[in-house]
């Protein structure tokens, strides 16, 4: 691999970090909310568990970047 190729793919990888960094510090869809109507608190815990995914995902893909 040149030199050139390599600064290529570690500015895309140093790109996708930064990304990645933003993405994993926004934690606010974990939150746990409560709500009076039982059809509301499984929507939420739907979308909860959704963004715990997402993080869970993001987190990998992080950490594989990083390595």
Partial sequence: MTKTELNK????LEAK???L?????????????KSPDALDE?????????AIRN????SALLRNVRA
């Fill in 9 to 12: 793919y570690r500015a895309i």
């Fill in 17 to 19: 970090l930064a990304e």
């Fill in 21 to 33: 960094s933003k993405v994993v510090k926004n934690r606010e869809g974990i939150a746990i909310e």
């Fill in 42 to 50: 499984v929507q939420h815990a739907a979308e909860r568990e959704l």
């Fill in 55 to 58: 993080l869970d995902r993001e």
